[in-house]
């Protein structure tokens, strides 16, 4: 059995194609920033005029959040238009991935995606089979992911993240009413898993599916029940699922399921639950790691509720497996909401986006045992809980950082140092991060093995060099270089502009929300995006509120635009945003116009 002390005073690295990446590094001039360790006053990020074509790909149906009554919900055209949250390709040994893609909306509906004439269809409802099913309150409650097995070609197994309200009335057991090729006999509830400290609302839930036909456009099969996580509050929930891209038959990560899992606002709340990202006996606040196929190494634990095993044997067991009153199947900790997590089979790396409070948002490279150091830690800085939830240097006077970066945790025998983030960007910049994939696609050459991601509140999208991110090592202060991408858009609504013009993404989104009738206030013309965020302002409360300019000086006009990234297994980067309810594609790597005195939002 691995050494869990050993473990966290030295986080160990997923395999050895990282390791002889940073030997070759060691040959290769690499960059990376001396970033601040306060909180800026500027924009720290470069604009170095690497632009990107945009083009529209998908327009999916439109669809409202619920908010009771019958399902679905009249189309609410002051909200968002399309909770479209992520898109994925099934293994490329599948008959169809060629052909398709799926498609969650957080609304309720998994579709599929025609790649050809661009339709979707509803492939599971998630609306109408969970009756305690809910998309309220919060931005990231509904069905949240998907991922495929690896053996998804003959098993037909995949998996899934959605959120139930647990004081809903009804049974929470699944109907087939409206899916007929859903079998249900069998299907069970497990006891929730909630965090030690506080109450609990909102429950995320892991499944398991098994279609019976994998060419079919609806499913047929079966589903278990994995895993159910409750949340101290309505934010911050199960995110992303995925399986080690690498890992083959007979070796000891294969089939394992890597989940993030959110704080559940549990962190940045004072008292008992603030400790919940660093508490080892919780689920929240941390990267899970379990194998879903009990039979597959038997010796391995299995789960409380005995639906998955801990990989606890072999050469490559969860970090704290036998750490007294720790959970086995925490990877890695102390983080807020890492929403989002990926990973590069070229240098076998696995990255995790993780929202933050009010100061810093943080790409974190994700090694076994690492503490990241949140709700301690936010960027390089320590985070003051009160009720502001500011970093150190913003206070008055600010606070010093502590002599010794150590963290004592609970269970632990020594007290564990933080590991930092890989690339980090300021509220100066936006507000929240959202997806980000290293690009190994063929329609811009220019940018493989970069980094891209995005800010979803801003719409900007950014990129830094893995290789660079690599570099930093989790040293405090010692974070990759981040750069805009400029956009280059052609609106199809004004046919009098022949060629793609520079844009920032957040008009391209408002733009299309207009044109699809929406509008944040009918008895107003303050806004022009639904939702509110302190970066771009917006309506909230029934009160409008300016946000401030971008760093460039040109205000936003109130309202989220909701940007989010996904890679298809065509290695291309699709662009999804919820208020116009719109899937794009980044295009080709071009040569943006000098900006003219008619192009004021174009940056």
């Given at each position: 059995?691995t050494n869990a002390?050993?473990?966290?005073?030295?986080?160990?690295?997923?395999?050895c194609?990282i390791v002889?990446?940073?030997?070759?590094?060691l040959?290769?001039p690499?960059?990376?920033a001396?970033?601040p360790l306060?909180?800026?006053?500027?924009?720290?990020?470069t604009?170095?005029g690497?632009?990107?074509l945009i083009?529209d790909?998908?327009?999916?149906p439109l669809?409202?959040?619920?908010?009771?009554?019958?399902y679905?919900?009249?189309?609410?055209?002051?909200?968002?238009?399309?909770?479209v949250?992520?898109l994925?390709?099934?293994?490329?040994?599948?008959p169809?991935?060629?052909?398709?893609f799926?498609?969650?909306?957080l609304?309720?509906?998994?579709?599929?995606?025609d790649?050809?004439?661009?339709k979707?269809?509803?492939y599971?409802?998630?609306?109408?089979?969970?009756?305690h099913?809910?998309t309220?309150?919060?931005?990231?409650?509904?069905?949240?992911s998907i991922a495929?097995d690896?053996?998804?070609a003959?098993n037909g197994?995949?998996?899934t993240?959605?959120?139930?309200?647990?004081?809903?009335d009804?049974?929470?057991?699944p109907?087939n009413?409206?899916?007929?090729g859903?079998?249900?006999?069998?299907?069970t509830?497990?006891?929730?898993?909630?965090?030690?400290?506080?109450t609990?609302?909102?429950?995320s839930?892991?499944?398991?599916w098994?279609?019976?036909?994998?060419?079919?456009?609806?499913?047929?099969?079966t589903a278990r029940e994995?895993?159910?996580?409750g949340f101290?509050?309505a934010i911050?929930q199960?995110?992303?699922?995925l399986?080690d891209?690498?890992?083959?038959?007979?070796?000891?990560?294969?089939?394992?399921?890597?989940?993030?899992?959110?704080d559940?606002?549990a962190?940045?709340t004072p008292?008992a639950?603030?400790?919940?990202?660093?508490?080892?006996?919780?689920?929240?606040g941390?990267?899970?790691?379990?194998?879903?196929?009990?039979?597959?190494?038997?010796k391995d634990?299995?789960?409380p509720?005995?639906?998955y095993r801990?990989p606890?044997t072999?050469?490559?067991?969860?970090?704290?497996?036998?750490?007294?009153?720790a959970?086995?199947?925490?990877?890695?900790?102390g983080?807020?909401?890492?929403?989002?997590?990926?990973?590069d089979?070229?240098?076998?790396?696995l990255?995790?986006n993780?929202?933050?409070l009010?100061s810093?948002e943080?790409i974190?490279?994700?090694?076994k045992?690492?503490n990241?150091?949140?709700a301690e830690?936010?960027g390089?800085e320590?985070?003051?809980?009160n009720?502001?939830?500011?970093t150190a240097?913003?206070?008055?006077p600010p606070?010093?950082f502590?002599?010794t970066?150590?963290?004592?945790?609970?269970?632990l025998?020594?007290?564990?140092?933080p590991?930092?983030?890989?690339a980090?960007y300021?509220h100066?910049?936006?507000?929240t991060?959202?997806?980000g994939f290293?690009y190994?696609g063929?329609l811009?050459p220019q940018?493989?093995?970069?980094?891209?991601f995005?800010d979803?509140t801003?719409?900007?999208l950014?990129?830094t060099?893995?290789?660079?991110?690599?570099?930093?090592?989790?040293?405090?202060g010692k974070?990759?270089?981040i750069?805009?991408i400029q956009i280059?858009?052609?609106?199809?609504?004004?046919?009098?502009?022949?060629?793609?013009?520079?844009?920032?993404?957040?008009d391209i989104?408002?733009?299309?929300?207009?044109?699809k009738?929406?509008?944040?206030?009918p008895d107003?013309?303050?806004?022009?995006?639904?939702g509110?965020a302190?970066?771009?302002g917006?309506?909230r409360?029934?009160?409008f509120?300016p946000?401030p300019p971008?760093?460039?000086g040109v205000?936003?006009?109130?309202g989220?635009?909701?940007?989010?990234l996904?890679m298809?297994?065509?290695?291309e980067?699709?662009?999804?945003s919820?208020?116009?309810g719109?899937?794009?594609?980044?295009?080709?790597v071009v040569?943006?116009?000098?900006?003219?005195?008619?192009?004021t939002?174009?940056?």
């Open positions: 059995m002390k050993g473990i966290v005073g030295q986080p160990v690295r997923l395999c194609g002889l990446l940073a030997l070759l590094l040959s290769l690499v960059a990376w001396q970033y306060q909180y800026p006053t500027s924009s720290q990020v604009k170095d690497t632009a990107i083009e790909y998908a327009n999916p669809s409202s959040a619920m908010g009771g009554g019958t679905p919900p009249p189309i609410n055209f002051q909200g968002m238009l399309a909770r949250n992520a994925r390709s099934e293994p490329a040994n599948t169809l991935a060629a052909s398709r799926f498609v969650n909306d609304n309720g509906i998994l579709y599929t995606l790649k050809t004439t661009r979707f269809t509803p599971i409802t998630f609306a109408e089979v969970f009756p099913y809910t309220n309150p919060g931005f990231g409650a509904g069905v949240v495929f690896p053996n998804y003959k197994k995949f998996y993240v959605h959120t139930e309200d647990p004081a809903r009804g049974s929470p057991i109907s009413a409206h899916l007929p859903l079998k249900v006999d069998g299907y509830t497990t006891p929730s898993v909630n965090p030690p400290a506080g609990f609302k909102n429950e839930v892991l499944v398991e098994t279609d019976t036909n994998i060419k079919n456009s609806t499913f047929e099969g994995l895993l159910r996580v101290y509050s911050h199960m995110g992303d699922v399986f891209p690498l890992a083959k038959p007979g070796q000891s990560d294969y089939d394992n399921l890597y989940i993030s899992v959110g559940g606002g962190g940045e008292g639950p603030h400790a919940t990202p660093q508490r080892l006996d919780a689920l929240n941390k990267i899970l790691r379990i194998t879903p196929d009990i039979n597959l190494r038997p634990i299995l789960s509720n005995g639906r801990i606890s072999g050469s490559d067991p969860n970090p704290f497996v036998g750490v007294s009153s959970r086995g199947e925490i990877f890695a900790y983080l807020r909401n890492p929403h989002r997590i990926t990973w089979p070229v240098t076998n790396t990255i995790a993780d929202v933050g009010h810093w943080e974190d490279i994700i090694t045992g690492a990241y150091g949140y830690r936010e390089n320590v985070v003051i809980v009720e502001e939830g500011k240097s913003q206070q008055n606070v010093p502590p002599d970066d150590l963290i004592t945790v609970v269970g025998d020594k007290p564990v140092a590991v930092y983030p890989a980090v300021s100066e910049e936006g507000d991060i959202g997806s290293v190994r063929k811009m940018m493989v093995g970069k980094y891209i995005s979803m801003t719409g900007r950014f990129y060099v893995l290789a660079e991110m690599i570099a930093t090592h989790g040293e405090r974070q990759a270089p750069h805009e280059m858009y052609k609106s199809p609504y004004d046919n009098s502009i022949q060629a793609p013009v520079k844009r920032r993404m957040y989104v408002a733009e299309a929300y207009a044109h009738d929406g509008v944040p206030n107003s013309h303050d806004g022009v995006l639904p509110w302190a970066t771009v917006g309506w409360n029934k009160v509120t946000g971008d760093p460039y205000p936003y006009g109130g989220r635009a909701d940007v989010r996904s298809g297994g065509d290695g980067i699709y662009v999804m919820k208020s116009d719109m899937i794009r594609r980044l295009a080709a040569t943006p116009p000098p900006p003219t005195s008619t192009q939002a174009a940056h």
